[in-house]
């Protein structure tokens, strides 16, 4: 895990050497975007990589109304890193709906955005009539972003006794933190059920977890109303927690690494 004064700022420096132009990974539904770190380290030493994360883990700031908002207030932190374009977006699960957002606030400023790749990231509609999630949902969802695909823990205090026993560096955040989390993930539901998507004008580069799932409504093609360019996708054989995993990031790796090179050709 990161170092901790760095590790729950809105910009996680995951890599700040290399030459080329920086990548920018926003935050899945927990917030944290410590998940990008071995994606990082696969891309190598002259690739830098900014994980983007939510607001109020390390302290009670209030939490974003909308994704909106949200995503406004990441598009000026890129811009302190990255003043002009191109742009280079990577987003997992919530984070590829925020990454889009974020692709339309940099467009609408008059800059480029060269890259927007979508790790089996679903648009806003597509869970708008799903009930929305409890906190027991926020819980399982903590465990999964440890690694652990069936959990039974159904209160904060179980959860925290998980990660402990599991050595999980998720166990080193703290009960204030882990509770914070347990709010980002349903406050995040709510906000994605409520968003509004604008239109990119670009390509999107994207990821399918295709292994069967229980949400089998789910289909990258209902970004097609929210995306001019073209989709181009990669079907990975694994569920969706499993992605930024093993042989299938070593994959996304790969296939952002040659993206990467046709971009800097």
Known sequence: APAAGDALGVVLALRTGGERTPLFAVHPAGGLAWCYAGLSARLGPDQPLYGIQARGLDDDEPLPRTLQEEAEDYAARIREIQPHGPYRL???????????????????????????????????????????????????????????????????????????????????????????????????????????????????????AAAPRAEDWLTREAWRPHVAGAIDNHDLDCTHPQLLRDAHLDTIASVLSARLAELDG
Do not use: K
């Open 90 to 208: 990577v987003g997992w699960s919530v984070g590829g709906i925020l990454a889009h957002t974020v692709a339309v606030l940099l467009r609408e400023a008059g800059e480029r955005v060269d890259l927007l790749a979508l790790l089996d990231a679903f648009p806003a509609e597509q869970w708008r009539e799903r009930p929305a999630p409890e906190e027991g949902d926020a819980l399982t969802a903590v465990l999964r972003m440890a690694g652990f695909e069936r959990a039974g823990e159904r209160t904060r205090e179980d959860v925290l006794a998980t990660l402990r026993r599991a050595g999980s560096p998720l166990a080193g955040l703290g009960d204030r933190t882990l509770a914070r989390i347990v709010d980002i993930v349903p406050n995040h539901a709510r906000m994605m059920r409520e968003h509004r998507h604008r239109r990119f004008d670009g390509d999107v580069l994207f990821f399918t």
